[in-house]
């Protein structure tokens, strides 16, 4: 940004910049007050400040949207190196510098105010949140992705927009605090956003597919285990679902010894998935061998970058 010209700070402000969240002013602002210089750590404070959430969870809203948006626009830039985020418009003069400073503030308080109104309820506590995603083990109960790859949101099912002037909401054929823990699940950032105001989509999986032997073995420690042998399209999709929860369960796995239990569940998976698709163990395990000797493994990493 050196060698261009500084683009206008109040123009962006009052006619380009979106309100779709708090975030771009807040961290406009936060770095006029600072010399137009913050860390990521600094700049996830301020956000934390208005959405009463963990600290690393804003770290990684901060180098998402606020990022991408101010550094399309030109006016913040980011050095990798230092973790610094600059302010590339920092106004010279000082009045300018406050009527900037004051149409962030005016901004945050329009959203704020926006906010309450729409969702009647204070935000969810981080004792709460924390209890959610331990539940979720970190990952999306929709698409099941994990928290290392993409942001985690604490989801209202029965959405705020739906509570009474009391904060209350009908969940199961009750009335209960919208911030209550029945009414939240975890989805990543990009299922939260698909899902709607007026969705009321129930996520959380309170049955999941285990191997054939589980049942027996829960039955020879005393206890009484549920269960319902599923076929078909049924039986499909509950795969598909596991092969995402060890896909995940493996990818979060900090120990080698670890990771290749959840490599074993992947490959068992994998089977399964074959015989309903008309292919046995043995068939499928061919296929392998017949396509790396035609084509290769992915032993030698090599990385495909087009044509020369």
């Known amino acids: 940004m050196s060698n261009m010209e500084k683009p206008d700070l109040i123009h962006f402000l009052t006619k380009k910049m979106s309100m779709t969240d708090v975030y771009r002013?807040?961290?406009?602002?936060?770095?006029?007050?600072?010399?137009?210089?913050?860390?990521k750590k600094q700049l996830a404070s301020v956000l934390a400040q208005y959405d009463h959430s963990v600290q690393e969870y804003y770290e990684r809203i901060v180098m998402r949207w606020p990022k991408i948006t101010l550094t399309k626009h030109g006016i913040i830039n980011y050095e990798t190196q230092g973790r610094m985020f600059s302010?590339?418009?920092?106004p010279i003069d000082e009045p300018t510098h406050?009527?900037?400073?004051?149409?962030?503030?005016?901004k945050i308080q329009e959203w704020v105010t926006k906010k309450r109104q729409k969702d009647k309820s204070p935000?969810?506590?981080?004792?709460?949140?924390?209890?959610?995603?331990?539940?979720?083990?970190?990952?999306?109960?929709l698409c099941g992705i994990s928290s290392e790859l993409r942001p985690?949101?604490?989801?209202?099912?029965?959405?705020?927009?739906?509570?009474n002037k009391n904060g209350k909401v009908q969940?199961?054929?009750?009335?209960?605090?919208?911030?209550?823990?029945?009414?939240?699940?975890?989805?990543?950032?990009?299922?939260?956003?698909?899902?709607?105001?007026?969705?009321?989509?129930?996520f959380r999986r309170t049955a999941k597919l285990v191997r054939d032997l589980i049942?027996?073995?829960?039955?020879n420690e005393g206890r009484f285990?549920?269960?319902?042998?599923?076929?078909?399209?049924?039986?499909?999709?509950?795969?598909f679902d596991k092969l995402i929860e060890e896909h995940g369960e493996f990818i979060t796995a900090s120990k080698n010894e670890q990771k290749l239990e959840e490599l074993a569940d992947m490959i068992e998976v994998i089977f399964a998935l074959a015989d309903q698709y008309g292919s046995g163990r043995d068939a499928i395990l061919a296929l392998v061998a017949h396509k790396r000797q035609e084509r290769g493994g992915f032993q030698e990493g090599i990385l495909y970058n087009g044509d020369a």
């Open 25 to 39: 002013p807040a961290v406009i602002k936060e770095l006029l007050l600072h010399g137009g210089k913050r860390t």
């Open 87 to 90: 302010l590339c418009a920092l």
């Open 98 to 106: 406050e009527e900037a400073v004051r149409i962030c503030d005016q």
């Open 123 to 141: 935000e969810v506590g981080a004792s709460i949140r924390y209890e959610i995603l331990k539940s979720a083990h970190g990952k999306c109960q």
């Open 152 to 163: 985690i949101d604490i989801d209202h099912i029965v959405p705020r927009a739906l509570a």
């Open 171 to 202: 969940k199961n054929g009750k009335l209960i605090d919208v911030n209550d823990r029945e009414n939240l699940q975890a989805l990543c950032f990009s299922c939260n956003r698909a899902k709607r105001d007026s969705d009321q989509t129930d």
């Open 215 to 219: 049942p027996d073995i829960i039955r």
């Open 225 to 239: 285990p549920q269960v319902e042998q599923l076929t078909g399209q049924r039986l499909r999709a509950a795969l």
